[in-house]
């Protein structure tokens, strides 16, 4: 089993920066990917970005590309994502995801096995 916690949501203003941290447990060796997805209210859990084990990043949200950068300190366990230029559209609730599949479709939130509690942003206008 792998244990997944967030950290570092808030309520911040258009423009202004927040970074959120993902600190895995447990069996963490078995992890090929990590991935950020997010869900605003009324709306369907989405893809935001993934990361492999390597560190390579796998791939980006079109809308937060240029703004929102993923990394992970492998000797922490732990997965960050540094958003910048936040919008009001980026208000959600942020997930962490861990995946032990080595997959392609790692923008698909059914390829991930283990998800944290989820931390909320808030970005006003």
């Known amino acids: 089993q792998v244990q997944l916690e967030e950290s570092g949501g808030g309520l911040v203003q258009a423009g202004g920066s927040l970074r959120l941290s993902c600190a895995a447990s447990?069996?963490?060796?078995?992890?090929?990917?990590m991935a950020w997805f997010r869900q605003a209210p009324g709306k369907e859990r989405e893809f935001v970005v993934a990361?492999?084990?390597?560190?390579?990043?796998?791939g980006y949200r079109d809308s937060v590309k240029g703004r929102f950068t993923i990394s992970r300190d492998n000797a922490k366990n732990t997965v960050y994502l540094q958003m910048n230029s936040l919008k009001p559209e980026d208000t959600a609730v942020y997930y962490c995801?861990?995946?032990?599949?080595?997959?392609?479709?790692?923008?698909?939130?059914?390829?991930?096995?283990?998800w944290g509690q989820g931390t909320q942003v808030t970005v006003s206008s």
């Open positions: 995801a861990a995946t032990r599949a080595v997959t392609s479709t790692y923008y698909s939130d059914r390829m991930y096995d283990y």
């Open positions: 447990g069996r963490t060796f078995s992890i090929y990917a």
């Open positions: 990361s492999s084990r390597t560190g390579g990043t796998l």
